[in-house]
């Protein structure tokens, strides 16, 4: 399943728009993935390039896993004597 928790979010996360449409525009894709960061986000159909992030599956409930961006982020922290904190991404 390429690493995801269902076949829906194997789906979405490789769809490909069949009429041509970009990422965004594609009425039909639901699910954003950014694969340098492992961010997962539902895209918001308003004519922009937005998402929102999300930490669960939307149609299983399978716990994701953590970005890189969240990792790097708190390993930058505790390296540096900062206190920890939760980023949510």
Known sequence: MSGHCCDLMTYYADYQCHRGHGRFDCPDN????RGASNVYGLIIHD????????????????????????LAETLSEESSGMPARTIEV
């Open 30 to 33: 639901l699910l954003d993935h």
């Open 47 to 70: 004519g922009g390039g937005s998402s929102v992030a999300i930490g669960y599956c939307p149609w299983c409930g399978t716990e994701l896993a953590e970005s890189r961006r969240f």
